[in-house]
């Protein structure tokens, strides 16, 4: 289902998007933090990305240790070191291994979001990923569905869990200093999650349907 190669093509792809993204993604953070989310994410991944490429890696166990070291040591906001957490959890889901299958990979994503919980302490509802990644393992852990029907819903269960952010009060993070005015807004790392999925499951099972994510609308 992913194999090196496959992994490589999606960290360049997410910090593609994210380049493109970047502005939405810090008006976002502007609303109701301090306007570095695409910042932030924009520079993490384009470091983690290049230093994929030029680092010789044999397995995805230490490719994704090394786009872990690249997010911590790159991104100054709290983003950094959560979205390091989910592959580092990566990193020892994978260890030695150079492809996995679609058990492997659901139980990986299973695990980062476990690591987010142990790191941020939010649960559902507090308008942080956590309310994307929290739906996403549910529907890969859906007992009627196939394994690829399964990924590819994921991905439309991202992008609305991600957009239903919007009416949230914020009660962990930056925006909760924000308290009721915090609500209005799509959450920034909602949203960065939501393209994480589009991506990986572009590259796993292809023919996703991305968002044209626009300020306008979150
Ligand atoms: P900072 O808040 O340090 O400026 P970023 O702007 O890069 O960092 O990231 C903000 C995002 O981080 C939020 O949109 C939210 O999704 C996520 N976040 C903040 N606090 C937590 C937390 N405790 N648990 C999970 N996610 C969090
Ligand atoms: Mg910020």
């Known amino acids: 289902v992913l194999n090196l190669d ?22 976002l953070d502007n609303r109701i933090g301090d306007g570095d989310h695409g910042t932030n994410m924009a520079r993490g991944f384009r470091v983690a990305s290049e230093k994929l490429s030029q680092t010789t890696v044999t397995d995805l ?4 240790s090394a786009v872990a070291m690249a997010l911590l040591g790159s991104v100054g906001g709290v983003s950094g070191p959560l979205y390091s957490t989910v ?20 139980e990986a994503i299973k695990s980062a979001l476990e690591g987010l919980e142990a790191r ?37 269960v991202a992008q609305q869990a991600a957009i239903d952010t919007k009416p949230l009060r914020a009660t ?10 915090s ?32 300020t306008s609308a979150l």
């Open 172 to 181: 962990k993070g930056r925006a909760a200093y924000l308290g009721d005015r």
């Open 6 to 27: 496959g992994f490589g093509r999606f960290i360049s792809a997410y910090a593609r998007r994210l380049a493109d993204l970047q502005s939405v993604l810090n008006e």
């Open 120 to 156: 941020g302490k939010a649960k559902r509802g507090e308008k942080t990923l956590i309310d994307v990644w929290l739906p996403v393992v549910e529907c890969l852990y859906e007992e009627e569905t196939a394994p690829e029907e399964a990924l590819k819903q994921c991905v439309k």
């Open 87 to 106: 592959f580092m959890k990566f990193a020892a889901a994978w260890k030695g291994a150079t492809t996995v299958d679609f058990e492997s990979l659901r």
């Open 183 to 214: 609500k209005g807004t799509c959450d920034p790392g909602s949203v960065s999650s939501a393209v994480f999925f589009e991506e990986l499951v572009d590259v796993v099972v292809g023919g996703v349907e991305r968002i044209e994510w626009q």
């Open 61 to 64: 166990g230490n490719a994704c």
